[in-house]
């Protein structure tokens, strides 16, 4: 073959060629070229940023309201709570009605009064009790007349009185309280014609069991009288009692 006769055959691969090459930089390659197998997959890429906040969607529609729960069961009492502070003083009521009476109660009593009898052996000794053997009022028996001593049972605040008329002799008498003398009376005699008089009284807290009585002080002062027209007494009574157990002074 002569080189005019290959002329036209190197034209047209060089044509070929040109077009070959411009395929492969633009890396275009014919499906009719690609005869491989399929590659192996990629690893997995990083995950991409957060994406921005999307917008509040639509209120929904109201529905209809559901049918009414069971009741719960009841829950265990809570503890105490602290207490609270104290309220303002609230206003007085009104008056209310008047009560029912009510029984009354009676106030413990203790009082006595004898005097000496025109039979009474004189004169008396120091040291004895004079007896007031003429009771004039002993309601609650608290005096004796064969000790002549007052025995108290209620206690409380008593007064004792002595009124002791004076003739034949000079007078002088002790008020005795349990063996002590609290109170002493004289009054002298100077051959008078007529009766003295020598008074005196005292008040005294007893407890019960206390005894009171009048005692002679000296024995030549035994100048106690009485007759018809005179008389000697000893009295006491109860002023207030002390007395706890008492419905009137509980």
Request: hydrophobic share 30%.
């Amino acid at each position: 073959m002569t080189s005019l006769g290959l002329l036209p055959l190197l034209c047209s691969i060089i044509v070929l060629q040109v077009c070959f090459s411009s395929q492969l930089e633009d890396n275009k390659i014919p499906p009719s070229l690609c005869t491989g197998h399929p590659g192996t997959p990629g690893s997995p890429g990083n995950h991409g940023n957060p994406g921005q906040p999307g917008r509040d969607g639509r209120d929904g529609r109201d529905a209809a309201p559901g049918e009414k729960g069971e009741k719960g069961e009841r829950g265990y009492p809570g503890e105490t709570g602290v207490r609270g502070l104290t309220g303002d003083k609230g206003y007085q009521g009104e008056k209310g009605e008047r009560g029912q009476p009510g029984e009354c109660a009676v106030a413990p009593k203790s009082a006595f009064s004898a005097k000496l009898s025109q039979s009474h052996t004189l004169p008396l000794n120091v040291g004895d009790a004079v007896l007031f053997d003429t009771v004039l009022f002993n309601e609650q028996g608290d005096y004796n007349t064969e000790t002549g001593r007052f025995t108290c049972k209620v206690p409380g605040v008593y007064y004792f009185a002595v009124h002791a008329t004076v003739y034949r002799a000079s007078l002088q008498f002790d008020l005795m309280k349990n063996g002590h003398a609290v109170a002493s009376y004289f009054q002298f005699y100077g051959n008078w014609p007529k009766p003295a008089s020598l008074s005196g009284g005292s008040l005294l807290h007893l407890i019960p069991s206390d005894q009171v009585w009048v005692q002679m002080a000296l024995s030549e002062y035994n100048g106690f009288y009485c007759s018809t027209k005179t008389d000697s007494t000893f009295t006491g009574f109860l002023v207030y009692s002390d007395w706890k157990n008492s419905a009137v002074f509980a």
